[in-house]
């Protein structure tokens, strides 16, 4: 399955890429929301799902922004002047993509506190969320999840079949363990050191299919490219029971693929609790509008930056750093006018 909302970075996106895709769910809209580092002066609306945050101008929806969360390296606060709000506290997303880093500066033009502190909020727990959850959408080998000898069941996770002597074929011999069937993945543990165990989602499986290997037929299930291209192959007796498996993994995976579970909850009590970090006690970052055009590059966290520089040996220091850029010295990165 291609899910790409929460593992891309999109500027002026079609409309067919904001709407959301299945199992994506909108969490909060907030309709006064300035793009203060790339649009500074546009209100917008701010769309936070469970898989990105997505911005889009209101005088003109062609001007947009989608964030995935997979992209985001960190979330804080920052003095801003904002053309419509002026110097204020507004939200900072620094990301990653492709070697990149971008930032996002958005600033809530709602006069009250409460609408200042619901924007931070809100970005920060679900990302949160998202972060805790990968186990729903991302393959694991090798991880923590028996629990008193028992599969540890996940928010919304259900166990339809527990498989007993069911062979890995990842050896010459193969090796014997239990294969566990849930509405969110497979997973599959050595019966003598359960620390030898696949947790595979529905997320990241490309194909299951009975097919003849040297060990006779068995179940191959293929893995996506992002989760690594693995190909698993599994064996069980009698031959009825284990086509019997491949068709339920089959009618699963087509169920879920109508509707997925990515795992990320959210509840509007979870704010309550929730930390903000301090603004720093430093001046506003002044933002000139940069034209349109070159949507890309008014985003980059340094501009002149296209990838990461090779790494040098600094005799000052002692130790590998990156290359500086032209005309830099390691005295003047200490030398803060």
């Known amino acids: 399955m291609q899910v790409w909302q929460d593992q891309e970075l999109r500027f002026d996106c079609s409309a067919s890429n904001l709407q959301l895709r299945p199992g994506e769910v909108a969490i909060d809209r907030m309709t006064d929301v300035e793009d203060t580092k790339g ?28 964030i995935g969360f997979n992209t985001i390296s960190s979330i804080s606060t920052q003095r801003t002047l904002s053309k419509l709000k002026g110097v204020t506290e507004s939200l900072h997303l620094l990301t ?6 971008f930032e996002y500066i958005f600033t809530n033009l709602d006069p009250n506190a409460e609408g200042h502190t619901r924007l931070f909020a809100t970005v920060m727990a679900v990302h949160r969320s998202y972060e805790t959850s990968k186990t729903y959408r991302e393959l694991k080998l090798r991880s923590s999840i028996l629990e008193d000898k028992q599969l540890h069941l996940l928010p919304h996770e259900q166990l339809y079949d527990k498989i007993h002597g069911v062979w890995n074929l990842c050896s010459d011999q193969g090796t014997l363990g239990v294969l566990y069937v849930t509405n969110v993945r497979i997973v599959w543990h050595c019966s003598v ?8 989602p529905y997320l990241q499986m490309k194909t299951v299919s009975l097919r003849d290997s040297k060990f006779g037929m068995a179940m191959v299930v293929e893995s996506s490219q992002e989760s690594g291209s693995y190909v698993l192959g599994f064996r069980l007796e009698p031959m009825d029971k284990l086509k019997g498996v491949v068709q339920q993994i089959q009618t699963v995976y087509q169920v879920y693929n109508t509707s997925p579970i990515f795992g990320v909850d959210f509840e509007f009590e979870e704010l309550m609790p929730l930390d903000l970090p301090p603004a720093p006690p430093e001046q506003p970052e002044y933002l000139e509008v940069v034209s349109h055009r070159d949507a890309l590059a008014s985003y980059l966290a340094d501009p002149h930056k296209v990838s990461d520089r090779e790494p040098i040996f600094s005799s000052e220091l002692g130790l590998a750093v990156e290359k500086l850029p032209d005309d830099y010295t390691l005295k003047d990165l200490w030398e803060v006018s």
Not at 39 to 62: A, C, E, F, P
Not at 193 to 200: K, Q, R, T
């Open 193 to 200: 050191n359960d620390i030898f165990n696949i947790s595979l």
């Open 39 to 66: 649009n500074n002066g546009v209100k917008g609306m701010l769309t936070l799902t469970n898989l990105r945050v997505m911005w889009i101008s209101l005088t003109r929806s062609s001007i947009n922004l989608s």
């Open 96 to 101: 990653k993509a492709k070697k990149q880093q």
